[in-house]
């Protein structure tokens, strides 16, 4: 009840709103997009930005998506990024925790930091909070709130407030990048076609199968009989080395 009162109703309506949105909307760049704007209607702030980790194994990040930022920004800060990262450190923990840029670095040594210079004080950044985003033990990503010089400070409600999303986010984005590392190494349907030489019916065969579809669904779009429909699934399964649908699941993507 206390947490209660100290956001007030509105906002709990809203973080309620954005929790749905992060679990519901099946597309993470436009996930992460609206999430960005609905923040606005709880936090002040000026700008925002979100990025991915990348698929490398050196916690560079990928898939930015901004809120009132020039791109020219996003590629310099991405060009830069590594030079100039005081934060690798929680990055390597892979926490997933919700800090301020002056909670890892004096804001005397910060404000002289050519990274203040070349990068914040050029787009008029001055306070950033960020969300790293980790979920066992592997980082995910950032997303990163910023105000200007003429604003405070972010404050502990603003922290309050990304620690109940932060929980949410990573397991989202951990859910995403495991769909990405189940599919990676599968074929499509018509990469498979030419890999391994399957006749133009065949791989329509395949794609059926792909798709789910029951042999008598399968007959019925192909206007064939059960008989040669199962003859094309021999010749398929003897080409790609496998004896039955789930091995085929297994290399094609749906």
């Known amino acids: 009840m206390i947490f209660l009162d100290y956001l007030g109703n509105n906002v709990w309506m809203v973080l309620t709103d954005i929790i749905y949105k992060i679990h ?23 700008r925002a930005t979100s990025y991915l980790a990348s698929s490398e194994q050196d916690l560079s990040l990928c898939s930015p998506i901004t809120l009132n ?9 991405l060009e830069r990024y590594y030079q100039y990262d005081y934060s690798r450190g929680i990055k390597l923990s892979a926490n997933n925790i919700v800090y301020l840029d002056s909670d890892i670095c004096d804001e005397k040594v910060w404000l002289k930091s050519t990274y203040y210079e070349q990068i914040c004080k050029p787009n008029f950044i001055r306070h950033i909070i960020h969300i790293n985003l980790a979920f066992d033990n592997t980082f995910l990503g950032i997303l990163s709130l910023y ?7 972010f404050s502990y409600r603003d922290s309050f407030i990304l ?10 984005l951990h859910a995403a990048h495991l769909v990405k590392e189940q599919t990676r190494d ?5 990469d498979c ?6 006749t133009a019916r065949e791989e329509r065969v395949l794609s059926l199968m792909a798709k789910g579809l029951a042999t ?9 009989t059960p008989n040669t429909l199962k003859k094309h699934i021999m010749s398929i399964y003897k080409k790609l080395g496998i004896k039955n649908r789930v091995q085929l699941l297994k290399m094609i993507q749906e």
């Open 163 to 172: 620690n109940q999303l932060k929980d949410h986010l990573a397991l989202r």
């Open 24 to 46: 519901s909307i099946h597309n993470i760049d436009k996930m992460r997009s609206i999430l960005l704007k609905q923040l606005q209607w709880v936090i002040p702030f000026d």
């Open 193 to 198: 076609g030419i890999k391994y030489q399957l």
């Open 186 to 190: 599968k074929l499509s349907t018509f």
């Open 69 to 77: 930022f020039p791109d020219e920004y996003v590629q310099q800060y």
């Open 216 to 224: 008598e669904e399968m007959c019925k779009a192909l206007v064939i």
């Open 147 to 153: 105000r200007s010089e003429t604003s405070t400070n």
